[in-house]
């Protein structure tokens, strides 16, 4: 599979990157804005969306039921060189599956995830899945 995305410049303030029939606001201003999400947001969106797929593709294999999920992230930046060191996640499933099936469903969120095993190469990824 291959992927394109095209971006660019609208102004100073921000940008616009355009995929298939979508787009999204890019927080490329200096001083930052509210509206829009900056590189490392996107980044952890992209793992949140990529998790979010797993769980999606997986459930219906494994039999697996499910009510809601809600993803949490945080990434932990270094300034100099600037990059990120850590990005820790928190899966909450809502989910009357045991604990057992709970481990299974996570184990393969991380195991088939693009993201997640292309970001796992760069940067440690720590987190847990828990029952709502």
Do not use: W
């Amino acid at each position: 599979m291959d992927y394109k995305v095209h971006a660019r410049r609208v102004d100073a303030h921000g940008s616009l990157a355009m995929a298939k029939d979508a787009q999204i606001t890019l927080d490329t201003d200096l001083s930052g804005r509210r509206d829009a999400m900056n590189p490392v947001e996107l980044l952890l969106s992209a793992l949140a969306a990529c998790m979010l797929k797993g769980i999606e593709r997986v459930t219906p294999m494994l039999q697996f039921h499910i009510d809601g999920v809600e993803i949490a992230l945080e990434a932990v930046r270094q300034d100099a060189p600037p990059k990120l060191t850590l990005i820790r996640y928190e899966i909450v499933v809502d989910s009357p599956e045991g604990d057992q099936r709970l481990d299974l469903l996570h184990r393969n969120i991380l195991k088939y995830g693009t993201i997640s095993n292309t970001l796992r190469e760069a940067v440690p990824l720590e987190g847990t899945l828990r029952r709502a």
